[in-house]
């Protein structure tokens, strides 16, 4: 008889990707009780250092992805300097158990659902009783009873297990009016890849490739482009399975990607093409990366049309901007260019309404597996896109366990309670500016302007703005001052984090990812933003005197959202320095409630 162990927990989510990740961490810091259940030994799913796919979301011009994914960013560039992928992994768990509110189970598959069936409301006729997992390095069962579940897994694991509704495979023209070949829906997907990583050395390194490789020449690279000098080459389209089950077929699959990864080492290193004498493998991808298998049916189904005519929503909890970009079936065997590149309006909104399911009651959903067609898909399924769907997902289930509400009843009652939350949590809203308290508009800040008390915390072309905030000398105060003792509830701080990180070193490339595929001898190391405020002071003026209210000489995050509850008759912020050493120091917003 295996052990077995009972958990209760107000949320559990299922899968530790990013999205996963995001929706634990935004749970567990609006109260929630969190079981964070992962089959891997390690953090970070399609982005770990198991499978090592770049994150990437919507581009452009300051339309980074910010909230907690912008916070594991600054602090990567902080403690991993050369990208480091171990590193990168101590990150990610290190972001997880800091927070008191999870349990974490890593090495835990789940495995199995209790549901009960009835009318659950608002069409809902599922309602999950608890889940159960199993963690191989204990031999241990743990059966979690939530309130509300995430299915964060990216395959769908819950769809299966508890009988919610999904798809899969490429909708026809016609059922959505998309712009797509498709005639007939089909079950074809996006595919899998096993990834390499090279390292450049000073010295020649042989490489002999084993019995099983798979004997590539230039002909297989048509259209591919390979270069192991260049900083955007990443293998990503070492890629199979798309015309098979990527699920079911996985293993099968992987015995393909594997040889034909090794192969394409071999050919790198010994076609005499690459001038790759000097290049090792550094790291050879066992786990396939996945980029398509189950999307679960909410109550919206996103569609190619919402995103390309930039359809608003009333519900927008994210956003996207990546383009459309499908993956042919046959993957790297597909004889032409292997995916297509269309343009996306970014940002684009993303609704709740998609990332919760049309028939179970307590069931979430975010990651590459929300309610969408293949098409949209294409687009939303990056990683920093699903993190902002995970800390939107979280963050609506901490309102649904503190008021008693299913996933739905969050739509109905909370759903301004929920945009709000996001965005005094840094997370963008496309159509949406952060509120303010009119006290805060009344108040002329002192040394300051309104574009620091106007709820919008980066310039952007939504906001029709070219500048945010203003740059100060270093040590000068920004201040309001009432006069008179007024109540303040909590103090929002946003700085320059260099959301188009030009600030950093190398290409584009290099700036703009967490992490690098292939090292060569030059690639640089990294740092914090130069942008970025270092050093801060919050004071408030009581009944009591001036208090310092919160300070840092070591600040990493962009934006702060302090609770204060207490009657003051002014507040100051004063910036004393930043990562860059330079005398000024950039402040998007300083506002209060």
């Known amino acids: 008889m295996l052990n077995k162990k009972v958990i209760d927990a107000d949320f559990c989510v299922v899968g530790g990707g990013l999205a996963g990740i995001c929706a634990a961490i935004a749970a567990a810091r609006n109260g929630a009780r969190v079981v964070l259940m992962h089959e891997r030994p390690v953090l970070g799913g399609n982005a770990s250092s198991e499978i090592r796919m770049w994150i990437c979301g919507a581009g452009g011009e300051n339309n980074r992805e910010t909230g ?30 800091r927070e008191k509110n999870i349990t974490l189970l890593l090495n835990c598959t789940c495995m199995d659902a209790e549901t009960k069936n009835g009318d ?20 241990t069962l743990y059966e979690v009873h939530a309130k509300n579940y995430a299915d964060c897994s990216g395959d769908s694991i819950l769809a299966p297990l508890t009988g919610a509704e999904f798809r899969i495979g490429r909708e026809s023209a016609e059922e959505f009016g998309e712009d797509t070949h498709v005639k007939k829906h089909d079950n074809l997907t996006m595919g899998n890849s096993c990834l390499i990583q090279g390292r ?121 901007g990546w383009p459309l970009d499908d993956h042919f079936p046959d993957g790297f065997y597909h004889k032409g260019t292997p995916n297509t590149n269309f343009y996306t309006p970014a940002p684009y909104c993303i609704p709740y309404r998609a990332m ?14 929300i309610s969408m067609t293949h098409m949209a898909m294409s687009s939303i399924r990056v990683m920093m896109t699903c993190a902002v769907m995970g800390q939107a997902v979280g963050t609506a289930a901490a309102l649904a366990a503190n008021f008693g509400l299913s996933p739905h009843e969050v739509y109905l009652k909370k759903l301004t309670a929920l945009q ?98 292939n090292t060569r001898l030059d690639s640089p190391q990294f740092r914090v933003p130069a942008t970025l405020c270092k050093e801060f002071i919050l004071e408030a003026t009581t009944e009591n005197g001036t ?11 962009r934006a702060y959202n302090i609770p204060l509850n207490k009657k003051v008759s002014s507040l100051r912020l004063v910036p004393i320095s930043n990562w860059g050493e330079s005398d000024t120091t950039a402040v998007f917003s300083f506002d209060f409630k």
Request: with cysteine; aromatic share 12%.
């Open 120 to 139: 659950f409301g608002f069409g809902r006729s599922i309602k999950i009783s608890s889940i159960t997992g199993y963690q191989m390095t204990t031999q």
């Open 547 to 557: 208090k310092v209210i919160f300070k840092t000489k070591n600040n990493l995050n």
């Open 68 to 97: 907690i994914v912008e916070e594991i960013a600054l602090e990567n560039y902080y403690r991993n300097p050369t990208k480091n992928y171990y590193i990168w992994d101590t990150v990610l768990y290190d972001f997880v158990i």
């Open 200 to 320: 450049e050395t000073e010295r020649p390194i042989k490489f002999t490739p084993p019995s099983w490789s798979t004997p590539l020449k230039r002909e297989d690279f048509m259209y591919r482009e390979t270069d192991i000098h260049n900083e955007y080459e990443n293998f990503w389209y070492l890629e199979l399975g798309g015309n098979r089950d990527t699920i079911a077929d996985a293993e099968d699959i992987a015995r393909e990607l594997i040889p034909l990864a090794v192969g394409t080492w071999d050919y790198i290193k010994n076609s005499g093409q690459f001038n790759a004498d000097n290049w090792e493998l550094d790291f050879l991808g066992f786990l396939p990366g996945k980029r398509e298998s189950r999307r679960m049916v909410g109550e919206y189904i996103i569609t190619e049309k919402d995103i390309t005519s930039n359809r608003q929503f009333e519900d927008t909890v994210a956003y996207g």
């Open 420 to 517: 709000n939350i996001l965005t005094d949590s840094d997370c963008l809203i496309p159509n949406m500016k952060r509120d303010i308290s009119d006290l805060c508009k009344n108040t002329a800040v002192i040394n300051g302007n309104d574009t620091l008390k106007n709820g919008e915390d980066r310039p952007h072309k939504i906001y029709n703005t070219a500048y945010c905030g203003v740059t100060i000398k270093n040590g000068t105060r920004l201040e309001y001052n009432f006069g008179k003792l007024e109540p303040v509830s909590s103090v929002h701080i946003t700085f320059d984090s260099d959301l188009n990180r030009n600030t950093l070193p190398g290409g584009k490339c290099e700036q703009t990812h967490s992490m690098r595929c």
């Open 356 to 369: 919760y399911s049309k028939n179970v009651s307590n069931l979430f959903f975010a990651g590459r597996n």
